[in-house]
């Protein structure tokens, strides 16, 4: 991976410069680790003596797709491959016809005698006629192009410009990735962060060290964000004994907290693993980051919290994580990290929209058991039904169906989200004594969970009202994962986006006499 660095100084910007090609002869060196000393490693010869050293500022494009030129003035020739830290003083245009080619100039800060030369201007009129002609020189010919010099500030922009549409393209890609199916914040194994990080980094630190997770979460990670998203930072909780009650003693399974730019997660085991390897599955409790409204962070001797506040239109929801008591830096990090999210009573700061991703009809339900023909029957019934409960601008964005399940006296019931709305609607809907549909603004909602295990899966969606949260939850089989999944999904992010105090401001059901649907 390139190496770049572009700050700003007193005397200007400073960038790292990435020789190719060296003007002179030079030595090469190498890191000897047994000895802990610099090595020679051999001597290259220059095929043709220049005035400068030939290189490049990476991460940088420019309009044709390659990266800036630099021509690097020295007074002694730098290896290929070195990083040369120095400072623009301007840069050489030339135009041969239509086309146009640009060379930035610079003097390395290292240098004593050079460092002093802040543009084009002060550079000695020898030094600036030798690199016009080695820049006009192609092969055995001199081409007497039309040449224009440019001073400090031009070069500045020329840079800022170039680093610009960089990053353009870098982001164009992450997004085409992502609508292929990749992930813009998986990092691939073996890459590690540069020493010295900037914005042009390509992932975060979070990012470069998901791969040290244990293999099972690296699969649930995948499993809940989204393609685009980026990993801000993630903490692994060992599994820990929780203070339940006075008494009695909870054991708390191994879990991660995830925090991205778009939401704040924590996943946990269902069952810690045992001697048959076998992944039991995961609970992922989420909310969006923009419900975010406070956060704390307290220890004793045994124990580390984090409690985040989530809000909602009618109510808040404390999400209440016990750490153990040596990772309380961690936590103070995530508090802090958390923090530049909320903004101020007075911040003028722009909303993010994300654009929710709807998922396909087809895809709508996933039959576990097509051999019943009564559930098959529900499903079809209901999947028409649904249509005619929307409101105006309103659309269905996952659906997925939950069985019947007689311990808890459910019949089989479709849960449906939209852009406005979380929808329950059971089968007896059609019955005189049915109260009816339930739905949920999506205000209304402070957090989701889905439970995806090997011996029981469900989706809860918290609600809360003054100090009481009600948790709808829907049980489902593990096979039918996929459909929950794109619910806990469209519902996670439709929650990051700002809702109106217009909205319903408490859960309710619908009488099916009040709407127009045929029975």
Excluded at 379 to 390: F, N
């Amino acid at each position: 991976m390139s190496h770049t660095q572009v700050q700003r100084s007193s005397d200007g910007m400073t960038i790292d410069v990435l020789i190719e090609l060296p003007g002179h002869d030079c030595n090469i060196y190498e890191y000897d680790k047994r000895r802990e000393a610099i090595r020679l490693k051999q001597v290259h010869y220059a095929t043709e003596h220049y005035p400068v050293d030939w290189g490049i500022i990476p991460h940088t494009l420019t309009p044709e797709g390659s990266e800036l030129d630099v021509l690097l003035v020295t007074n002694q020739s730098n290896f290929p491959g070195c990083l040369v830290l120095a400072h623009p003083i301007g840069f050489l245009e030339r135009r041969d016809g239509s086309a146009t080619e640009q060379a930035v100039v610079a003097v390395p800060l290292g240098d004593s005698q050079l460092n002093h030369i802040h543009d084009i201007q002060d550079l000695p009129y020898d030094r600036r006629h030798g690199i016009e002609i080695l820049y006009n020189h192609r092969g055995e010919q001199l081409i007497t192009d039309t040449l224009n010099w440019h001073g400090a500030v031009e070069a500045e922009y020329l840079i800022h410009e170039a680093r610009r549409r960089a990053t353009l393209e870098r982001l164009e890609g992450e997004s085409e990735r992502g609508r292929r199916g990749g992930f813009g914040w998986k990092a691939g194994v073996g890459l590690k962060p540069r020493w010295l990080a900037t914005e042009m980094e390509a992932h975060t630190a979070a990012e470069y060290a998901v791969h040290k997770l244990p293999y099972r979460f690296q699969e649930y990670v995948e499993d809940c964000l989204l393609p685009e998203e980026r990993i801000l930072l993630f903490i692994s909780r060992p599994p820990v004994t929780s203070r339940w009650s006075f008494i009695r003693r909870k054991q708390l399974n191994e879990g991660i907290l995830v925090i991205t730019d778009r939401q704040v997660m924590m996943m946990t085991d269902t069952i810690p693993p045992d001697s048959t390897l076998v992944h039991w599955g995961y609970k992922a409790r989420v909310s969006a980051i923009e419900r975010l409204s406070t956060v704390y962070v307290n220890k004793d001797s045994s124990y580390a919290v984090l409690k985040l506040v989530f809000e909602a239109l009618a109510g808040k929801e404390t999400m209440t994580i016990e750490f153990p008591t040596d990772q309380w830096l961690w936590l103070e990090r995530a508090k802090e990290l958390l923090e530049r999210f909320i903004p101020g009573e007075a911040s003028t700061a722009l909303r993010r929209l994300y654009q929710t991703e709807g998922q396909k009809d087809r895809r709508g339900v996933v039959l576990v058991d097509w051999d019943d023909p009564a559930r098959e029957a529900s499903i079809t019934e209901l999947s028409a039904v649904l249509p005619q409960l929307l409101g105006e601008g309103e659309e269905v964005l996952a659906k997925a169906l939950a069985p019947s399940w007689p311990a808890k006296r459910r019949l089989p019931t479709l849960l449906a989200v939209t852009n406005q709305r979380v929808l329950l609607l059971p089968t007896d809907y059609r019955r005189a004594e049915s109260d009816g549909w339930e739905a949920y603004a999506i205000g209304e909602l402070s957090s989701v969970e889905l439970h995806h295990s090997l011996l029981g899966c469900w989706i809860e969606l918290a609600v809360p009202a003054g100090d009481i949260i009600r948790r709808i939850r829907l049980e489902f089989e593990s096979p039918s994962i996929r459909p929950f999944r794109s619910v806990f999904s469209a519902t996670r992010q439709l929650m990051g986006q700002p809702f109106a105090s217009a909205e319903l401001q408490s859960s309710h059901l619908v009488p099916m006499r009040d709407k127009r649907v045929p029975v």
